[in-house]
């Protein structure tokens, strides 16, 4: 289980992204994800809390763009604004 808690994502644009791919960074992101990229594989539980993500952009998912590589991925984004 992995959490990203508590964080600002401000002005962030698709090359200077969070990447996580089965939480790390992935090559083949750029142009997606301005605030997070995340490509999730082999059983990865990602919650994302109390975030701000504001003034983010890419061509897809200015604040989060994310790949679910396994039916048993899972994503929760809670009381982000």
Partial sequence: MYFI??????EGTEESHIGFRGLTDN?????KGGGI???????????????TFYNNSALLGGGIFAIFQDSTNSLYVNMCT
Avoid at 5 to 10: A, G, I, K, L, S
Avoid at 37 to 51: K, P, R, T
């Fill in 5 to 10: 808690m508590n964080c600002v994502f401000q």
């Fill in 27 to 31: 090559e083949n992101g750029y142009g």
């Fill in 37 to 51: 990229y995340i490509n999730m594989e082999g059983s990865a539980f990602l919650i994302v809390q109390d975030c």
